[in-house]
Nanobody
């Protein structure tokens, strides 16, 4: 049974940093990534990392967020720097069994984490 367990969310002031983690269990995944959803908005693709190490970022977080993964631990991380109030959202870890390119549609991913709240105060 696949499980994704996220941690690391919380409250931070604008300009601060947070690091999210997501541990996957049950099998390995070719692609791991992050989405977020702010109140009243659709889920937004943020970033993806393939098992090869290839990374993809949305324009909204490029240069501020960094994705990484530890394949031995089946874990993906999201280092978020220079946070802004508009980054406030629920952040979701996502995984895809097979991947060879960038996937930005929520339906492209096989499993989702439960979500972790990130709140950035001004």
């Amino acid at each position: 049974q696949v499980q994704l367990v996220e941690s690391g969310g919380g409250l931070v002031q604008a300009g601060g940093s947070l690091r999210l983690s997501c541990v996957a269990s049950g099998r390995t995944f070719s692609a791991m990534g992050w989405f977020r959803q702010a109140p009243g908005k659709q889920r937004e693709f943020l970033t993806q990392i393939n098992v090869s190490g290839s990374t993809y970022y949305s324009d909204s977080v490029k240069g501020r967020f960094t994705i990484s993964r530890d394949n031995a631990k089946n874990t993906v991380y999201l280092q978020m720097n220079s946070l802004k109030p508009e980054d406030t959202a629920v952040y979701y870890c996502v995984v895809r069994i097979y991947a060879y390119r960038r996937y930005t549609d929520p339906n492209d991913y096989n499993y989702w984490g439960q979500g972790t709240q990130v709140t950035v105060s001004s």
